[in-house]
């Protein structure tokens, strides 16, 4: 057991270090988009001693490698700083969209990653039967239409014509939670369209690629009923794929959900960060990329622990 | 005393009504003359009463609106003001001094009432007295000049710098604030008017810029940059009769086109800006859904720099612009929604505008001007993207296939959206482009076709021009000036290095529930971007 | 390949002269109809990904109607907002879109394939150093970094497949990875790895056979996202540029009409539900042939 904790221990280490160098990648990346703040606020016909006011006044005139150190002197001191477009708050600004991008997240993964386990094995049981077919055509056809597709025709149906849910989530500090499970209802159908498949497939393929192994034939033999041969013998060693893939799509639902949150007005982190890389406002991409980065890490040592601790063998190699 | 005022006003009235009957009265006497006069907003009421009683406004009630043009990145600071959603919350909360009304003229606002010196030199903005900001501070004289030089001087960060640039002097004499020009200017209001221009709180003479304490008829209850506002009345405001009709408004920012569309639709808001030109045939047919279209001023322009070859053959020029089609350009880039333009930047919402001077899509003579040119067969390159107008692409494909019924091979680069008017415009050859609506001539004129300018981003210098621009500011006789601007246009279409197929229109939509009155301001979108105030909930 | 893997044992059963070619045409026409229609499917995108300009008197950019123009005998499926013929623009879709997605997926998996299987196999520094590099490109939210490195670089389609291919390999590779890694502790990799064998000889014939269907499943997945990667990225200004014809883009730009219950602007998005069924179809077929499983297990 203290192998794993010095395991996990070791993972959050470099986790650390992970961060760090996304850091300095987002931070050079930024410093390396055309055009700075101070042009990007000023837009078409900024003169040039208006943009180096106002670069002065952002401090954006002192070098670059100052620059990062004092940022990261300010994250050390629990201070993320303020937004140079709007010079508002970082920790403020973030809280609110981060709580939303969460809550969001959650919904849409409390629905899909029972769904996705349990729709992936009953395919992989009654593999090529018509149910396995039709699970297959459904959510392909789900996957394959773009976010936005399905957000306008969830949309049109949900929204203009019957009424059932708003076309805008609508989201206050104080809004209930029943009213907020009303407002995301849609933002979140259209993201599980886009990861059940994804799971589903990757859940079917993995138990079916361990139906071939030698102790589920045994199984078989001893005439166990197919049912319990996939939930005994098979899931369990299936664990490690599907762990990764359930962290893949939760890291997904976090991150990747910019399209979503435009479309629905959904006041999340990845429209700040996307406005925020087009505004070069460093000091908020910093602070959302961190955010990701974070999550992600987080996500992936989970998925990792699972692994090793399902698979003897990973976890005393010899 | 009260019977005296009523008297006075009813006069005053009159003599205006008489004189915006008259013809020959332009606006720019109707400003001098309201100026003179000392016209207070209580008179400025009385006189656009007409339009009020036909089209009975409602106050009270919630308005939903829903605007594009926000990001998560807008804030308070006017100066760095470049987009609708931050221009329309300004005006709800701060004042101006100056307001364009909905018929274009020049209404005072924080200013009662303004003169000039005779020669235009020196104008004196009389404040208004007894205004309170939003956090109980008294609104003083200091607080218009630090909101003024906030514009101006070495570190000044704002947009409008240029703007504000002929100003030399501006101090304090009583309730008064002196504006001192450089040069004489008889549109020196019209600069007030400009939507970077906000009334702010001041301490030790520098402005509050990021308070969101202001002088408008409402509170900002609720700001979350690129999410939403929330506005509701003030209920101490000095504006007559609250200068708002709906009670409180929720202002959401919805930058993509289909859930605008479909947020109108299904009911979610009451109002929104821009519809999307593409859908628009069908919008118009949905049942409870009004389209609110004005002409404006806003030019499509393709600038060619005149020091570039082949731009700096005139006859080349004119073989573009003869076979650029501009009525395609209206049907096809702006669904209908635009006014043929003719190749010169001001447009038919300024009374000196030339309707008679036309630029004909003639292909045998535009081939006779190519060869002329010498440059037949040539290849050029048109820098083109969606952030220098919406459709740009698609009309740099349109210019594409006409131009090469000339001989003309058009490579179109698409270039990246950021940093476009940093890297491409001003900077490329030849590129897609566009002005926004100014409120006078000489701010268009002024800032991109003087010789001088830096942002003349044609290159053009011509001397009459250059002339003729600088006479017309101070010219006080209207319709020697209106015939110096018409000459200036002719010029500019004929010998100037910019291709304007058509002017734009402001277009919104709005919900059954929602009156907008019969006349609606220009300038901006969205009434000016006062409709927070003047559209009401029916 | 994987047919390959079961087709010795066939083949001695059945009459040695038969050929290779006439093997796998036996298995198509054994195939289930699924899997036929994959085939079918592919085949005519291919086809007309080919041929597309032959398809149609129109060239792909070509004005040549009024905008919006319904449906009708000049204009099959009406045209676009620029007066542009929609069937020509679905046609070459094929082409810019089917090709740019394709060859961003080969790509992406040859990077991360190859990445994947010699870090499972040398379990040391490579892997240590492969897996950190790939913890941190994949820490940095995708859709981000590639508007950024799109910016950077430019939005030419070189650049857009070399982006995504990259990004995309990254999410290959720990796959790849995590499947070899259970094929690598297993005793008859050690025993190859113990008589000697080569990295090369060891991934072709020792994992690479038991890693396959994962990563064929991956893979109909993958194709499948980089179209709605692309889509995602035309949707925030960034992708396959105009004029150029791409499904992703053409649903984008006449979402509008969407609203009023026009189905013009969904048939791309249908192509490309179509093409993704399609793969995924074969890949299923792949994948239960590679199994060793046989119906009635």
Redesign the interface.
Known sequence: MNRILLMILQRFG?GL???F??SI??FV??E????DIA?????????P??VA??R??LGLDRPAHIRYIDWWAGVLQGDLGT?L????DIAELIT?RLSNTLFLALTAAAISVPLAILFGILAALY??SAYD?SV??IT??A???????TA??L??YF??KL?WF???S?IDQDTSFIDKLHQVALPAITLMG?IL??MM??V???I??L??SAYIEMA?LKGMPKFRVIVKHALPNAW??IA?IIA?SL?YLV??V??VE????Y?GL??????????R?IP?VQAC?MI??GT??LL?LTADIV?ICT?P??LH?K | MKKSKIEQIIHQDIILKQALSDPRVTRRDFLAFTGAMGMTATMGGALWSNRALAATPKRGGHMVSGLNDANTGDSLDCGLFNATYMICISRAFRDSLVNVGQDNSMEPALAESWEASPDAKVWRFNIRQGVEFHNGKSLTTDDVVASINKHRGEDSTSYAKGVFSGISDVRVDGNTVVVELADGNADAPALFTDYHFNIMPSKDGVAESLSSAGTGPYLLKEYNPGVKTVLERNPNTWHPDGGALADSHEVLAILDDTARQSALISGSVDVINRPALKGIARLKNVKGVNIVDVASNLAFTHPMRMDVTPFDNMDFRTALKLSTPRQEFIDKVLFGYGAIGNDQPLGPGFGSYDADLNVEYDLDKAKHHLKKSGHEGVTIDLSASNTSYGGAMDAAQLFQQHWAKIGVNTNIIQEPQDGYWNNVWNVKPFCTCYWGARPVEDMILSIAYLSSSPWNDTVIKNDRVDELVVAARGELDAAKRKAMYQEVQHIISKEGGTIIPAFGTDVAATRDTVGVGDQIGGGWEMDGGHYLKRWWKA | MSSNDISPLEAQVNRPQRTRLQNALREILKAPITAKFGMLVILTYGFVAIFAPFLTPYSETEIVGPEFDVWGDEFILGTDGLGRDMLTRLLFGARNTVGIAFITTVLAFVIGGIMGLLAAIYTGWFDQIASRVVDVLMAIPQLIFALMLLTIFGTSIPILIIVIATLDATRIFRVTRAVSLNVVVLDYFEAARLRGERIFWLCIREILPNITAPLLAEFGLRFCFVFLMIAALSFLGLGIQPPTADWGSMVRENAVLITYGDITPILPAIAIAILTLGVNFLVDWFLHKSSGLKDGH
């Open positions: 470099l270090l992970t961060l160098v996304v990648i987002i990346g930024v390396f988009l055309p055009g042009e990007a606020l000023l837009g078409q016909g900024a003169s001693e208006n006011a106002l002065h006044e937004s477009a709007n010079r508002r609110f593999r090529n077919r297959n055509v392909l056809g996957v394959s239409a773009p976010e936005f597709l306008y025709v949309i049109l929204s203009v009424g708003p076309s805008l609508n886009v498949a994804y497939r990757m079917r393929a993995s079916i690629n139906l071939a078989h490690a794929p990764n893949i890291a991150v990747g910019v399209v435009v479309v629905f007005i006041p990845g429209q700040l960060m996307v406005d925020s890389v087009s505004n406002d908020v990329s990701f980065a992600y890490i992936n692994s698979n063998r990973l190699p």
